[in-house]
């Protein structure tokens, strides 16, 4: 069962662009995650943010978030080929029960020098 | 330092050879738990425990055991292993008694097969 549907499902671009990826998910959250992942290796969390804010930074990161619209976003700035990775979110609520996490199937990020 | 081990990071099993992937996590946290990933579907959650001697199923929990007898291990258990078992599997644990409100830390992965 996914909550979480990340779009575009692959994304390349030149270093120095900015990189967007969206989430849309199904059913009302109290949070949503975001993790990245590089290749074959354990996930890392980004950002969580809750259902009563509508964006959040740290560093390069800006995440917002649109409860009516059931949606997210991801924007990486000043992208770096060190972003190269998946990236995934993960949100909670009434669909995956209080006490788990639903993840999306991720969107794949490449960043050429 | 922080941090969630798995053991082993690879493994090249038989189908029905009993099997335990380790996890353990030393940041005393209360909620772990389970993940397998396959390409294409994300991560998908096979079990979790919110404490000690408390543990439920996550989404995909046919053909696997867990236990948590401490709270720093929670081992993963497929007693009858069989291909479609094959994937990459995560420990994850949280500090909060709910995964949602925290961030999760995540092990390096086992990356299994089964022939």
């Known amino acids: 069962s996914q909550q979480g549907e990340e779009d575009p499902q692959a994304l390349s671009i030149q270093e120095g662009e900015n990189a967007t990826m969206n989430c849309s998910y199904k059913?009302?959250?109290?949070?949503l995650q975001w993790y990245r992942q590089n290749s074959g290796r354990g996930l890392v969390h980004l950002i969580l943010?809750?259902?009563?804010?509508r964006e959040k930074h740290s560093g390069r990161l800006r995440v917002t978030l649109d409860t009516s619209k059931k949606s997210s976003s991801l924007l990486i700035t000043a992208s770096r080929a060190a972003d190269t990775a998946s990236y995934f979110c993960a949100t909670d609520g009434s669909y995956g029960g209080y006490n788990k996490l639903i993840f999306g199937a991720g969107t794949r990020l490449a960043v050429h020098p | 330092e922080a941090q969630v081990t798995q053991n082993p990071r690879y493994l090249i099993t038989v189908t029905g050879k009993k099997l335990t992937v380790t996890c353990s996590q030393n940041m005393n946290h209360e909620y772990m738990s389970w993940y397998r990933q396959d390409p294409g579907l994300g991560l998908r959650q096979i079990y979790y425990s919110m404490n000690v001697e408390v543990t439920d199923k996550g989404d995909v929990p046919e053909g696997y055991k867990v236990s948590r007898k401490e709270k720093r291990n929670f081992p993963l258990i497929l007693e009858s292993p069989s291909p479609n078992q094959t994937s990459l599997y995560f420990c994850a644990s949280t500090a909060g008694p709910s995964v949602a409100a925290y961030e999760q830390y995540f092990g390096p992965g086992t990356r299994l097969t089964v022939t």
């Open positions: 943010i809750r259902s009563n804010e």
């Open positions: 059913t009302s959250i109290n949070n």
